[in-house]
């Protein structure tokens, strides 16, 4: 039973994937071709948005991680109300839709000279106030024997996160700058409200644009699709085992 269970989760994950390899690489004829390829490389520009996309899910990844884990070494070793008061606006965030926020974020963006830029796609994006708390979590996990004896040494705080926090909780850093990165690079809907040119476009504005009002050119999107993901697969490839240990010590609180 159990087998079978797993067969029918790969079909279910495998198959879109198996599906979208096969109109991307056959003609409406069913012969193989690299017309479809072509099409999406060219007509989308996505050599272009894969490498807008790249540079700006990796601006993302590095601003969360370095502006986010001191905020996060705060939380977890400071337990007043200021601490407090900062958790319930983070948690506030988290459950307020990003999209509820377009308004106002598009006006401040706008105001900063930021439409129509990269750096509107990245800053919006980089204040993540999940990855406060996944990093919390990893920071909780440090041994407060190490903390108390790093003080007696006469290690000050920015010491102690610099010097023992960091380095004990670099899986979980490495696997918030991951799910950082894959994040930024899925994002659709703020670099479309934000980017005009086609030029700043990134993936999946690009993907759209291969669609049209009243039809779409299925075989050319599907190719756009597969070479869209490899970026993003290589990275989780080469990164997965300091992301499942990041997962766990985030997981776990002291």
Do not use: C
């Amino acid at each position: 039973m159990s087998s079978f269970l797993r067969m029918i989760a790969a079909l279910l994950l495998l198959g879109p994937f198996a599906v979208a390899a096969w109109l991307a690489v056959t003609a409406p004829d069913g012969a193989i071709t690299s017309v479809n390829i072509q099409k999406a490389l060219q007509q989308g520009g996505l050599l272009r948005a894969l490498a807008t996309s790249a540079a700006v899910a990796a601006a993302v990844a590095l601003l969360q991680v370095t502006a986010l884990a001191p905020v996060a070494w705060w939380l977890a070793r400071s337990p007043g109300r200021m601490a407090a008061g900062l958790r319930i606006a983070l948690w506030a965030a988290i459950l307020l839709p990003m999209e509820a926020a377009f308004v106002p974020l598009f006006e401040i963006t706008a105001k900063l000279g930021l439409y129509n830029s990269l750096f509107g796609v990245v800053l919006p994006q980089a204040a993540a106030a999940f990855q406060v708390f996944f990093l919390e979590s990893a920071f909780r996990a440090v041994p407060r024997s190490l903390l108390e004896a790093a003080h007696l040494d006469g290690l000050g705080e920015a010491e102690i996160f610099r010097q023992i926090a960091v380095p004990l909780a670099r899986p979980a850093l490495a696997s918030a700058a991951v799910l950082g990165f894959l994040g930024a690079y899925g994002s659709f809907l703020w670099p479309l409200v934000v980017l005009r040119d086609a030029d700043l476009h990134t993936v999946p504005v690009a993907l759209a644009q291969l669609t049209g009002q009243f039809s779409a050119d299925l075989r050319a999107l599907a190719a756009g699709a597969l070479l869209a993901v490899i970026p993003s697969t290589i990275l989780y490839l080469l990164a997965q085992s300091s992301v499942r240990a990041g997962i766990g010590q985030g997981a776990v609180k002291g």
